[in-house]
Structure formats: structure tokens, C-alpha cells
């Protein structure tokens, strides 16, 4: 005989499979709303519900939004030669919450990944091509491509790949690319650092 | 300008409101459902809708319940003489799930603790009084009551309040009332072994 109400075992459940939490911490955030009188399971159920009904992908960055094309796209006052290509919409926060770039996005929808079966054809390149085709007809100058996909060895292959798509239009000097740098992060301790860390610091050494 | 779409920052706010539960990990839990492909936000946020419906206290135990009377209440198998007194429901599931225990509960919703402005007539004395008179009445036998508050201050002064109550009917033999044993932890270490931890183990020492 379970203890717990059928009721409240499911929120548990659902609670399990979100990622980090396990079945004891599921139970705690579940009690946590038994205890509450405010009715907060409900709010918190409606957002949710709200959520997937309301949100989709910006048509033109596929970044969440909850409009056909989101704020960042439309926005006559960001800077639309530049073109900033991210993992995950979180990487859009990351980058939107740090106040340093004021271009567009692009969400790729992960990383090729040969041994989690991500290959190219699951990502959004063809969306990206177009989409880069747009914003150069859009505009007279260089479009500036920053490929800010995450510093591993997926992020890296991704980012040959993309670099290898505009090969062309980067010879006619349409497209410029860059990387993000990579190196010592802020605070960092030389000593405990990794090996190829270090060697990415050494190689982008700059004359001060 | 805000990044996330207003129906992504309600379900950010509300998970930020769990115990334990910071911004960032807040974010994290919802991209999770932002990339799930199942509507796996839906079902989390109905199941959290149904449990504020469906849910309510057992009418004798006061544990959380589908029904009127919860499944242990009104079983047959378990032991009616014997009456467990705790703080929350979560401490009924830790008696279920350890399987040494086989009679009733009663949840008194808390302890008393001056601290945090919670006094006696916050917490449930006199449906505890009245679940007792009637477990009585049906029994012909001594009741035994297990005091299982917490071993914490507030634990300690609530068992002693409850011992208070039934002052009368332990002295008439139709109560008899223990508390939950103090001492070592399994696999603790003597050495590392708080000062009152070790006081309730010295003074509980039993013969071997």
C-alpha cells in the first residue's frame, strides 16, 4: 500500500524527471506545495500549461518567444550586421543578461554530436543559410558572423562546419567570421588549469 | 528589454519559489521543458493542478489523502493500539517506507516554536485529543503512543506538551506513551558526535 496519494505521487513523478532532481528532492518541492495555503501548485501548474501553449520558435532566430518573430529580430535598434550563432536559447540569456552585444541571433538546437546520433541534418543549418542570405540582402555592408557555440569538442566541430558552409561567401567578402576567444577565464588559477586551456591561452596570446 | 517571453519568466518565477531552489537552477529546470518535444511542461503543470483539487487531510490522521479517510485509517490490517504522533506528512511516508511499523498516525502539522510565532493553538492538540478518546472507545486495550517529533528543541518541548495532555489517562492506565529513542546514528562516528547526541546515548546506554 503507497502511503501517497495518487494525486500527489504524480507530481512526484514529474517532478523525478526533471534533470538534477531525484526522487527525494521531488518529494520535498511536492510537500512544499502541500504545506503552502496559497494555492501555489495551481499557479505554478497553470504557468506551465501556459508555457507550452503559448511559446514556439522565433521564425527567424528560433530563439522562444512568444510571438512570431521575438523582440530581439524585430528591434529596429539592435544592430542587424551582426549576427551572433548560439547552441541554446539560454546562451541567448547568457549573452543578453552580460549587456556586451547588441546584434541578432541565431539558435542552432544543439551541437553535432556523433556519439549522441546529433548529425548536421538535425540542426538548423539550411534555416541558417537562409537566414544569412536575408540579413545580407537586407543590408549593404559586411554581414559579422561570432559562432559562440560552447568550447568543446562538439562546439568546435560545429563551428568548422559552419565556417566551412560560408566558405565562399566569406572569399567574396560578404560574411566575416569570428570565434569566441578562448583562454583563461576571469579569476582562474594557472596552475589548476587544463592543458588545452592553457595551450588555447598560449596560442591566443596578445601583445600588451 | 527582457529576453525571455513573459509565459517562460512565470514558470522561472514560480519554480524559483521552491525551497532550495535558486534562479539559476530555476532557468535550468525550465529549458528543460522548453526542449522536451512531449508537452512534458503540460503534464507537470496538470498534475500539479489536480493535486490542489484532489488532496485534502485525512479527517482522523490529518495526513494528506485522495479521500476522506486515508488508506491507513480506515485499514482493517493495521493496529488500532497503537497511535504514532508526527510532525509533517513526509514523516509518515519515512515510517511506511521503513516497514517497521504497522499502526496509526496522527499529524500534528508542526511543533510548537516560539521562534518562529508558532504556539500550541497552531497546531492540532485538540484533534489529537479527540482522535485518542475515540481510538480508546473503540479498544478495550491500553493505547500506546509514540511520540515522533523531531529530536530538535521544538521536538523536545512538543513531546513534552503532548505528554502533558495525557497526563490523566497515562496515570488511569489507558494511555501509555513513548518517545522515539535518542542516540548514535547508524555509521556514525563517536569522534565526530555532537555534545547532546552523545549525552542521550550515554544516558540511554542499555544492557547487553
Do not use: W
Amino acid at each position: 500500500m503507497s502511503v501517497l496519494p495518487k494525486s500527489v505521487e504524480n507530481v512526484v513523478n514529474e517532478f523525478s524527471k526533471l534533470p538534477g532532481v531525484g526522487p527525494k528532492s521531488a518529494s520535498r518541492m511536492t510537500y512544499h506545495y502541500l504545506r503552502s495555503p496559497n494555492k501555489d501548485a495551481t499557479k505554478l501548474g497553470e504557468a506551465l500549461i501556459q508555457m507550452d501553449e503559448k511559446t514556439k520558435f522565433c521564425s527567424q532566430c528560433f530563439n522562444v518567444t512568444d510571438s512570431d518573430i521575438c523582440d530581439i529580430c524585430s528591434s529596429t535598434l539592435r544592430d542587424h550586421t551582426k549576427l551572433c550563432i548560439v547552441e541554446e536559447p539560454l546562451d541567448v540569456v547568457a549573452f543578453e543578461d552580460s549587456g556586451i552585444y547588441n546584434g541578432l541571433y541565431f539558435v542552432l538546437g544543439g551541437v553535432i554530436s556523433p556519439a549522441d546520433g546529433i548529425t548536421a541534418s538535425e540542426l538548423r543549418f539550411k534555416e541558417l543559410e537562409e537566414r544569412v542570405n536575408s540579413v545580407i540582402n537586407e543590408n549593404d555592408t559586411v554581414l559579422e558572423i561570432i559562432v559562440a557555440t560552447n568550447p568543446s569538442l562538439e562546439g568546435e566541430a560545429t563551428a568548422s562546419y559552419i565556417q566551412e558552409i560560408f566558405k565562399t561567401a566569406v572569399k567574396e567578402d560578404k560574411i566575416h567570421i569570428s570565434r569566441l576567444a578562448m583562454g583563461l577565464p576571469t579569476g582562474a588559477d594557472l596552475e589548476y588549469a587544463d592543458r588545452l586551456t592553457l595551450k588555447r591561452a598560449f596560442e591566443g596570446r596578445r601583445d600588451i
